[in-house]
């Protein structure tokens, strides 16, 4: 693990579940996430384009290093149907030892 990487989650929104189970599978299957976690049946309301919205949405929460994020963020985005997805990272503050060290062993270092 290098020196200051660290354990983050990435919260996103896909249109169904379908998309959302695509996306997160690849992500783990290339090694840039560990584990993600589809929540399907979310309502999202929001504006777009000056207009209120209101849709049926999935989260996907992805589990991945600080250094891998922008490659998650940019192969998500590879796969998405939005214009302008959600992607959000957030700081992980602590938790299991056990489990930080499986998800940073999981993940991918990036090429240096």
């Known amino acids: ?10 919260y996103a929104t896909f ?8 996306a997160g599978s690849a992500l783990v299957e290339l090694g840039l996430a560990a584990c ?3 929540l399907p049946g979310m309502i999202s309301i929001y504006r777009w384009k000056g207009q209120r919205q209101r849709d049926q949405e ?3 929460i992805i ?3 600080e250094s891998l994020a ?12 939005y214009d302008n997805p959600a992607f959000l990272i957030l700081a992980v503050e602590g938790g299991s ?11 991918t270092q990036p090429e240096t």
């Open 1 to 10: 693990m290098q020196q200051n990487d660290k354990p983050v989650l990435i």
């Open 15 to 22: 249109p169904d579940s379908a998309s959302a189970e695509e």
């Open 36 to 38: 993600v976690n589809i």
């Open 58 to 60: 999935c989260v996907l």
């Open 63 to 65: 589990k991945t290093r």
């Open 70 to 81: 922008e490659a998650v963020i940019a192969e998500g985005r590879r796969r998405h149907s």
């Open 97 to 107: 030892d056990g489990y930080i060290e499986w998800l940073m062993t999981e993940t």
